[in-house]
Structure formats: C-alpha cells, structure tokens
C-alpha cells in the first residue's frame, strides 16, 4: 500500500500557484519525498524530492513540514499544460530506487 | 539522444497469445523496471531488476515474465497466464550510484487483447 494520502482532484486557475499537499505520517528517517507528475496517456516524470529541507528547482518548490509528516508542491504560475496526475511518493535511495505510486491528485489547470 | 525506449505504443494481441513489449535504455542505468497501470489507477510494479541477469518480482508477477541479458534491455513478456493483460504498460530506468534516486519512464506501450 501506498505510504501517502493526497486529495484525489484540485483545480487552479491558470497563472495562480498551485499548491499540492501530502500526508505522509508513517514516514521513516531515511525515506525522501518524490514528486512525479503523469500528463495523460504518457510515461510520469520526475518533478523535485527531499528529505527535510524545503528544495526548489525550475519546475517547482517543496515544502516539507518540519516533523516530516506532510508536504507541499508549489507550482509558482500554473499553466494549462501541468494539467496532469501529481504522485507524491516516499522511497529510501538505498532500496534500489523503488517507488510505490498511490493514485495521486488530478490537478486540472483552468484558463 | 539519451532516453528510454518502448515499442510498439500500441498492440493488440488475440486471447491465449504471448506478447512481448519492449524496453531499451542507453542511460547506462543500472536498475530496470516495469509498471502497469489501469485507468484511473496509480502505476503497479511487476518486475524490476538491479543487475543484468537478476530479476526480482514485484506486486503484480502472475502471468508475467523477463530476462535481463543486457544492461541496456528488459523485455517484459504478458503470458496467456495473465488473466486481464488490457493495460498501459510503462518501463523506467534509474541508476543506484549517485543521482537524485528518481527513475526515468518511457513512453508506454498500450496493450489491448481481444
């Protein structure tokens, strides 16, 4: 089973920052957060990760609470092409890597 | 270009035949795997593998088979054991030295059995 909960649909208005949430209170010391995202009907795609510092990088910003049992995926200026299917996902990087995906929040972007 | 391939993107196999999907890499990753997803469903893992010529099941094995005799390649074979093979199928790739720990995906291959 998938160790996160996520609302299962959010809408944003194009140009507005989206902003994802994820419960993760089962989380381990050594587990990072991932965010993919799965635009319709292609393969998902690696967004940001961390493990308790917030990150930022071109795609988006990642706020992790400070107990570690939540966090936030901003999207700064949402356009209609990150319409898509948000995974966030919790994996140790010394076991191979593995991801277990949930069934994610369906962001849909609105003009 | 540097990437992971899938092929065909469609293919459609009558019931009771075995179908192989195809997946190459040239990213040198060392880790394969292979997912597969019904709609409005999250990604299932069924095979992965860490090294060429070991292969380890996943959640969803049944009716499923690979090999790993090359870094770059694991096909995935859907046997007429698979009792509702319909499915998008995705393999990804990452590599266990360094990185960021994420995995990189292919395009999928739908697979539609009649």
């Known amino acids: 089973d998938a160790k996160t909960t996520q609302p299962t649909s959010m809408d944003c208005a194009e140009g507005r920052a989206a902003n994802l949430p994820c419960n993760h209170s089962?989380?381990?010391?050594?587990?990072?957060v991932y965010w993919y995202r799965q635009i319709h009907s292609q393969g998902p795609q690696y967004i940001i990760h961390g493990l308790k510092n917030n990150e930022t990088n071109e795609m988006a910003s990642l706020i992790i609470t400070e107990d570690r049992k939540s966090s936030t995926l901003i999207l700064p200026h949402a356009t209609l092409r990150d319409t898509a299917v948000y995974y966030c996902i919790v994996s140790a990087r010394n076991a191979g890597n593995m991801l277990t995906f949930g069934g994610g929040t369906r962001l849909m972007v609105k003009p | 270009d540097g990437g992971i391939t899938q092929s065909p993107k469609y293919l459609f196999r009558k019931e009771g035949q075995n179908v192989t999907l195809s997946c190459e890499q040239n990213l040198n990753h060392d880790a394969m795997y292979w997912y597969r997803q019904d709609p409005g469903q999250g990604l299932r893992l069924i095979y992965y593998?860490?090294?060429?010529?070991?292969?380890q099941k996943g959640d969803i094995a049944e009716g499923y088979s690979v090999s790993r005799e090359k870094k770059e390649s694991f096909p995935l074979t859907v046997t007429s054991a698979q009792k509702n093979p319909t499915a998008f199928y995705l393999c990804a790739s990452s590599t266990l030295a360094g990185g960021k720990g994420e995995q990189f995906f292919g395009p999928g291959t739908r697979l539609t059995v009649l």
């Open positions: 089962t989380i381990s010391g050594n587990e990072y």
């Open positions: 593998s860490q090294i060429v010529n070991d292969f």
